[in-house]
């Protein structure tokens, strides 16, 4: 079993209801937002299950807009004054509860989210990347149609989807997901990286603690 298989449900849960496949979330789960982040928090999580249930259908392309536009709207701010931590890594529960976050926190819940929507884990990919006009590191999803395409870019800074070759202002660096890690190019996954040889101690992090959280 592949270490997010078990994980992409933490928040939400996939039920059967008239021969459909529904998403729904528990009430327990909607108390345990509104009394740690406040009323509006419920109201962000039924509006994910909205969107999820009616993207079921859609195509990849109407998934990843629909999924990065919903995201995209949450407030950015750095971790410090998020979280009083100089790196932290939100769960997508943490990031739509608390409505504030860094990049990392943007492509985390696109990511767990478009996977709950059927996309394969072999499309899409965390990819860190230089951000040239800003001088730093910087975190994109990317989505690969093929292994030899151009990916698409889901970013929090230019919130329109693009094709790598069109974002002249990142410097792809790697890509990684819940299987594997390649070097990253601008058309077509790049190398593979075996493991260990790049520290992903965050992602490890945050897998645990998805599991830890309580559905």
Not at 71 to 94: G, L, P, Q, S
Not at 154 to 182: A, M, Q, V
């Amino acid at each position: 079993m592949h270490i997010f298989t078990s994980l992409v449900f933490s928040l939400l849960l996939l039920t059967s209801l008239n021969a459909k496949d529904t998403y729904t979330i528990e009430n327990v789960t909607l108390k345990s937002a509104q009394k740690k982040y406040g009323s509006d928090a419920k109201k962000r999580l039924l509006e994910l299950v909205e969107i999820l249930n009616t993207l079921q259908d859609a195509d990849d392309i109407k998934k990843l807009t629909t999924i990065n536009d919903f995201f995209n709207t949450v407030e950015y701010n750095n971790d410090i004054k998020v979280w009083n931590k100089k790196d932290y890594w939100a769960t997508r529960d943490e990031f739509l509860g608390i409505a504030v976050g860094d990049c990392e926190d943007y492509v985390i819940a696109k990511y767990f989210s478009l996977l709950q929507l059927g996309i394969t884990v072999e499309k899409i990919f965390l990819t860190y990347v230089k951000a040239i006009k800003y001088k730093q590191s910087h975190m994109v999803l990317t989505y690969y149609k093929t292994k030899t395409s151009v990916p698409l870019i889901l970013d929090n800074i230019n919130t329109n989807i693009l094709p790598s070759t069109k974002r002249k202002d990142l410097r792809p660096l790697f890509n990684f997901n819940g299987e594997k890690i390649y070097m990253a190019k601008q058309r077509g996954l790049g190398k593979e990286v075996p493991k260990g040889k790049i520290n992903l101690k965050h992602w490890t992090n945050l897998i645990l603690k998805i599991k830890r959280e309580k559905i």
